[in-house]
Nanobody
């Protein structure tokens, strides 16, 4: 009922910046929490950031101060601005949507972010 499409991934040098976008469609009126997860090869998937319908944001300690999540309800889009990128940020980044607190109910297809040293 909800579809998520990410874009903006790519290759960037350490210290650089990148912006990921996620366009949501379908019955998004029921979605209260949007977020970004990431998964590096051989590692478990981890939460990067979440944002509520009211705009409250939470971040993983590893990205706090470097990443910013934002939400444009008029455009049905959530963004992840990534600054001061590090090689350890290399991962597939997934956009997620949830009806409320808990695990995501919907996942995007993922977009690759590669940070070179």
């Amino acid at each position: 009922q909800v579809q998520l499409v990410e874009s903006g991934g790519g290759l960037v040098q350490a210290g650089g910046s990148l912006r990921l976008s996620c366009v949501a469609s379908g019955s998004i009126f029921s979605i209260n929490v949007m977020g970004w997860y990431r998964q590096a090869p051989g590692k478990q998937r981890e939460l990067v950031a979440t944002i509520t319908s009211r705009g409250g944001a939470n971040y993983a300690d590893s990205v706090k101060g470097r990443f910013t999540i934002s939400r444009d309800n008029a455009k049905n889009t959530v963004y992840l601005h990534m600054d001061s990128l590090k090689p350890e940020d290399t991962a597939v980044y997934y956009c997620t949507a949830a009806y409320w607190l808990g695990p995501p109910d919907y996942w995007g297809q993922g977009t690759q972010v590669t940070v070179s040293s």
